[in-house]
């Protein structure tokens, strides 16, 4: 029986073992530039950007400091690994070329650095963008914040582009060679089980889409949508994990899983639910659920996951 979860999905560091063959650790990184829709629009009603940025960003460090800073602790606590520069906050791709290349080139000349991942809007995805990221000499992965294929998810969450968009920038990113990975929201109010594995199905049939973050919606203090949201509205933690063990089975076997939970939740950011506890418990949960409903992802597909053997 396939025990661990591991066997039961393409963990991103299995995937991430098997591309550098060996063990790498992603550290956070910033710009320092703030997302230009919310300093526009207010951004999106679930955004707090106090939940996603570390104190070593929040310092306004370069980038050369932040790695001195964090790289240590983590070295300390893994050992040497290797490490992936991962510009995770804001948009990451706003701002002038030049200035990101720097930034992105100064994070990728520091030892143990094997390559770049990029966070960011589909609306900050341009051709000068790509072209500037493809002059990078280490791999390039980008994420693209696609939350929903349902136009109607999207305004609702005042993303301020509409789905069109971030197919083409999936499409113009794929297309020049750019590794592509996006973020999803599961359980927008408004969409039912069909309307998530809708955007599940763009997913499997999108041939430049390697990886997903999966999130829950939190909703925290201070944000728009603490306003507007009931308690009933909420997707809680054990209905999501009953949702992600079903949704697990219709996502193609190949695609990676990055996230499968919204992370660096504390209980005194959030407005309502249940979603005080842990990941290592959530994980636990999922697996178990999974293993009783016999669910591998993509096994309700055509291509289910099978681990490769020796790959631990």
Not at 29 to 38: A, D, F, K, V, Y
Not at 82 to 94: I, P, R, V, W
Not at 109 to 115: A, C, E, W
Request: positive net charge.
């Amino acid at each position: 029986m396939k025990s661990r979860l591991e066997d039961r999905i393409y963990t991103y560091s299995d995937y991430l073992k098997k591309k550098f063959g060996e063990k790498v650790f992603r550290v956070g990184l910033s710009t320092g530039i703030p997302c230009p829709h919310r300093i526009a629009t207010g951004g999106c009603i679930f955004c707090d950007p106090q939940t996603f940025t570390g104190d070593y960003i929040r310092k306004v460090l370069s980038v050369q400091d932040q790695l001195n800073e964090i790289v240590p602790i983590i070295q300390k606590s893994c050992g040497k690994v290797k490490l992936l520069a991962y510009f995770q906050d804001e948009t990451s791709t706003a701002g002038e070329i030049a200035v990101l290349k720097e930034k992105f080139q100064s994070a990728l000349n520091f030892p143990d650095v094997l390559g770049l991942v990029v966070s960011t809007r589909p609306d900050y995805i341009n051709v000068d963008i790509v072209k500037m990221l493809k002059q990078l000499e280490k791999p390039v992965t980008i994420e693209i914040g696609l939350q929903s294929v349902h136009n109607s998810s999207l305004e609702f969450l005042n993303r301020g582009h509409n789905f069109s968009q971030v197919d083409e920038a999936i499409q113009l990113c794929g297309e020049n060679g750019l590794e592509v990975g996006v973020h999803l929201i599961m359980g927008i109010p408004g969409e039912n089980f069909e309307d998530m594995k809708k955007t599940i199905s763009y997913i499997n049939d999108n041939e430049y889409i390697k990886l997903l973050k999966f999130h829950n919606l939190i909703v925290y203090k201070g944000t728009k949508l603490e306003k507007i949201i009931s308690k009933e509205e909420i997707i809680n933690i054990d209905r999501y994990i009953d949702l992600m063990t079903n949704l697990l089975g219709y996502l193609r076997g190949e695609k990676v899983i990055t996230r499968l939970f919204t992370s660096n939740i504390s209980p005194n950011q959030v407005a309502m639910g249940n979603e005080v506890g842990n990941k290592t418990k959530w994980m636990n949960y999922l697996r178990k659920k999974m293993i009783a409903k016999g669910i591998i992802q993509g096994c309700k597909t055509n291509f289910i996951y099978k681990r490769e053997v020796g790959n631990v």
